[in-house]
C-alpha cells in the first residue's frame, strides 16, 4: 500500500480559496487513482474528487463542481485539490485515498479506497 500525508487546511474566510496537497510514497503513484473525500462532524465520510491512474479522468461531487479543481503531478507524487469560492458548509477534515488501477465509472465510495491519509482540517469562518 502507498502511505498518503496531507497538508494545506487552515482557516478560510468565506469565499476564499485554500489548496490541499498530499504526498505520496513509493514508486507507483502513477498506477493508483487517486481521490479527497471529506468528513464533517457527526456525518459519513462524503466524496469530494476522484482523478483516475489513466488519462486523468476526473469525477466531482455536484457539491463541489466548478469551485474545486483535483489534479496530480506523478513526477512529484502528489494530489492536490484547489478548493475555490469556500463555503461554511465546505467545513470537514479532508483525507486523501488511494487504490492501485481503479476504474472511475460514477462517483467512488469510500470502500473503493484501501489507503488512506490522516486528515486535514478545513474551516470556513469569517
Known amino acids: 500500500q502507498v502511505q498518503l500525508v496531507e497538508s494545506g487546511g487552515g482557516l478560510v474566510q468565506p469565499g476564499g480559496p485554500l489548496r490541499l496537497s498530499c504526498a505520496a510514497s513509493g514508486r507507483t503513484f502513477s498506477s493508483y487513482t487517486m481521490g479527497w473525500f471529506r468528513q464533517a462532524p457527526g456525518k459519513e465520510r462524503e466524496f469530494v474528487a476522484a482523478i483516475s491512474w489513466i488519462a486523468g479522468v476526473t469525477a466531482y461531487a455536484d457539491s463541489v463542481k466548478g469551485r474545486f479543481t483535483i489534479s496530480r503531478d506523478n513526477a512529484k507524487n502528489t494530489l492536490y485539490l484547489q478548493m475555490n469560492s469556500l463555503r461554511p458548509d465546505d467545513t470537514a477534515v479532508y483525507y486523501c485515498?488511494?487504490?492501485?488501477?481503479?476504474?472511475?465509472?460514477?462517483?467512488?465510495?469510500?470502500?473503493?479506497?484501501?489507503?488512506w491519509g490522516q486528515g486535514t482540517q478545513v474551516t470556513v469562518s469569517s
Open positions: 485515498a488511494a487504490q492501485r488501477y481503479l476504474a472511475i465509472s460514477g462517483p467512488p465510495t469510500p470502500r473503493d479506497f484501501n489507503s
